[in-house]
């Protein structure tokens, strides 16, 4: 699809974002080709190297799931050095472990060198009533990762687009994941 003109794509402006298992094959799939991909977006979503029967509990760590990434991009690595990531996932989330989305993001701290660690205000990003709290990771040329976790969403892609209940996995209510992305 990059190599279409008529399309217009930016090769070096595609992005992958998944939900759930969709998320984990989103990372595993930025791992393969770190080259190709500018960033990723994880949405309560288990690590890259676990299997689905154990999204319910925390079966690894950081670093074990960064150097299953590195493994993956193999003669890639260094493409990390421009990759993005951002992970949400809700508090109340009741398919993935929780602890999945705070390890996501120091995994992908590790993968990309971004030690420092500052907070953002998640209720004054767009969306319907958004709550929870937020955290942006930095390396010296700027921000690299940023995390939400979404105040009593569940297992679901945060929308923000009204009130309502979650359908389809898709919450109505918090914040705009969609327009934070863009």
């Excluded at 990390?80 to 472990?97: E, K, N, P, R, T």
């Excluded at 992908?108 to 937020?134: I, K």
């Amino acid at each position: 699809l990059v190599g279409d003109a008529a399309r217009g794509i930016d090769a070096a402006q595609v992005y992958l974002v998944g939900l759930s298992s969709g998320a984990t094959q989103a990372v595993t799939t930025a791992c393969l080709a770190p080259q190709v991909y500018a960033g990723v977006g994880m949405a309560a979503g288990p690590a890259v190297g676990t299997e689905a029967s154990q999204a319910s509990f925390v079966s690894t760590t950081a670093a074990a799931a960064a150097s299953v990434c590195r493994s993956l991009a193999a003669s890639e690595v260094a493409a990390f050095d421009s990759q993005l990531a951002a992970i949400v996932y809700g508090a109340s989330d009741f398919i993935v472990a929780r602890g999945y989305g705070a390890l996501n993001a120091d995994m992908f701290a590790d993968l990309y060198g971004a030690p420092a660690v500052s907070a953002f205000a998640v209720d004054a990003l767009e969306g319907y009533a958004p709550a929870g709290t937020g955290a942006v990771r930095s390396d010296a040329v700027g921000p690299r990762v940023s995390s939400i976790e979404v105040a009593g969403m569940g297992h679901a892609f945060p929308a923000g687009t009204g009130p309502g209940p979650v359908v389809s996995y898709v919450a109505s209510e918090g914040p705009s994941w969609p327009a934070y992305l863009l």
